[in-house]
């Protein structure tokens, strides 16, 4: 349980705390700190062969956790409006949707969770926005219908891939 790899997932929990505290520039740390302890935790963990079904969980929890810190905190400071921060989280909405999904067919123990592309890259997308807000850059409001476009992506590649797993059982 306590791998570097979890251990470099954890560290996203402090570090969200650092933006919602933090100075102007403690806050650009943190988010570019968070986006490296992201990039590297899961290459650590197949690497060193110590990747885990908690590790797994850890992983985009902790990410969820410092990004929904940071829309609260931006919001608050009114950096930035509901519905921008609601569709930033579009992302969410796919995977609860495929957790009702499975939850209702009584399919959730045996579905193989396991990263996806779109999250992936819906992830990277939010730290990157989280540091152009941090620096107080303008981002035109048509540019947040893109992670609603990359919801409906992560929501048809979760289907997708539950589709696979059935068909290799």
């Given at each position: 349980?306590?791998?570097?790899?979890?251990?470099?997932?954890?560290?996203?929990?402090?570090?969200?705390?650092?933006?919602?505290?933090?100075?102007?520039?403690?806050?650009?740390?943190?988010?570019?700190?968070?986006?490296?302890?992201?990039?590297?935790?899961?290459?650590i963990a197949r690497r060193s062969h110590t990747?885990?079904?908690?590790?797994?969980?850890?992983?985009?929890?902790?990410?969820?956790?410092?990004?929904?810190?940071?829309?609260?905190?931006?919001?608050?400071?009114?950096?930035?409006?509901?519905?921008?921060?609601?569709?930033?989280?579009?992302?969410?909405?796919?995977?609860?949707?495929?957790?009702?999904?499975?939850?209702?067919?009584?399919?959730?123990?045996?579905?193989?969770?396991?990263?996806?592309?779109?999250?992936?890259?819906?992830?990277?997308?939010?730290?990157?926005?989280?540091?152009?807000?941090?620096?107080?850059?303008?981002?035109?409001?048509?540019?947040?219908?893109?992670?609603?476009?990359?919801?409906?992506?992560a929501l048809y590649e979760l289907f997708t891939?539950?589709?696979?797993?059935?068909?290799?059982?």
């Amino acid at each position: 349980m306590f791998t570097v790899s979890n251990c470099l997932s954890a560290l996203r929990a402090p570090l969200a705390l650092l933006f919602a505290f933090g100075s102007p520039i403690a806050r650009l740390w943190a988010v570019v700190l968070a986006m490296f302890t992201d990039s590297v935790d899961g290459f650590i963990a197949r690497r060193s062969h110590t990747a885990t079904r908690f590790g797994a969980i850890l992983d985009p929890l902790m990410d969820k956790f410092f990004v929904y810190v940071c829309l609260a905190v931006l919001l608050g400071e009114n950096q930035l409006e509901l519905w921008q921060a609601a569709a930033m989280l579009s992302r969410d909405g796919a995977l609860i949707l495929f957790a009702i999904y499975l939850t209702a067919l009584r399919k959730w123990r045996n579905y193989s969770f396991r990263s996806i592309l779109w999250g992936k890259i819906s992830t990277a997308l939010q730290f990157l926005v989280l540091i152009a807000l941090t620096v107080k850059l303008d981002i035109p409001s048509s540019f947040y219908f893109v992670f609603i476009a990359m919801g409906l992506l992560a929501l048809y590649e979760l289907f997708t891939a539950e589709r696979i797993q059935i068909q290799k059982k």
